[in-house]
């Protein structure tokens, strides 16, 4: 049972937008920045947001990270095939004093 | 270019032994908190340790404290985890990952894994 809270499958068709969630605690989203990684099939996962927003060098602006409270969401829009991946938020969580991963979204884009 | 391999994984008896090593390239190593990140087969992210650049700041996560131990060399641009008294639910595919500058909590460039296995 992962810390953070993830609908496990999400899907939507090419050109549309989808909303990922992520849903924690006050001792980790409610008190931590949040990440998020992609996981391509087959591979290792990518930087994908930081700092609950923020897009490192070279991620679409396609993909937006937002936060409220005690949850945090990544959104996808202009959706295209090679986005089919698992999606992965991520916290510092200040009771255990560990990383902790939500246990991932595999979007398909129908 | 930034890139991390990791080697070590092998298949292992329960209760055995086995240390990885994560060879970094492409960065100044030395400047960089680095981390062990794992993924059991078919299952989602666990992070694993992480060590701050001067090896001042260590952490495990509760599944693995007092069993595994990492560490780090910097004048050789290498990242270990020492792993002991291995059970069958740390078998898993073990990667490497380096954190930003400023942000010891996130990971910016990953290995592509080595897989350890553990089984009787």
């Known amino acids: 049972q992962s810390v953070l809270s993830q609908p496990p499958s999400a899907s939507e068709t090419p050109g549309q937008r989808v909303t990922i969630s992520c849903s924690g605690s006050s001792s980790n989203i409610g008190s931590n920045y949040v990440y998020w990684y992609q996981q391509l099939p087959g591979t290792a996962p990518k930087f994908l947001i930081y700092?609950?927003?923020q897009r490192p060098s070279g991620v679409p602006d396609r993909f937006s990270g937002s936060k409220s409270g005690t949850s945090a969401s990544l959104a996808i829009s202009g959706l295209r095939s090679e986005d089919e991946a698992n999606y992965y938020c991520?916290?510092?969580?200040?009771?255990?004093?560990?990383?902790?991963f939500g246990g991932g979204t595999k979007l398909t884009v129908l | 270019e930034v890139q991390l391999v990791e080697s070590g994984g092998n298949l292992v008896q329960p209760g055995r032994s086995l240390r990885l090593s994560c060879a970094a390239s492409?960065?100044?190593?030395?400047?960089?908190?680095m981390h062990w990140v794992r993924q059991a087969p078919g299952k989602g992210l666990e992070w694993v340790s992480g060590i701050s650049w001067n090896s001042d700041t260590i952490g495990y996560a509760d599944s693995v404290k007092g069993r595994f131990t990492i560490s780090r060399d910097n004048a050789k641009n290498s990242l270990y985890l020492q792993m002991n008294s291995l059970r069958a639910e740390d078998m898993a595919l073990y990667y490497c990952a380096k954190s930003p500058s400023g942000d010891w909590r996130t990971f910016d460039v990953w290995g592509q894994g080595t897989m350890v296995t553990v089984s009787s």
């Open positions: 700092r609950n927003d």
């Open positions: 991520a916290t510092w969580d200040d009771s255990l004093s560990a990383v902790v």
């Open positions: 492409g960065f100044t190593f030395g400047d960089y908190a």
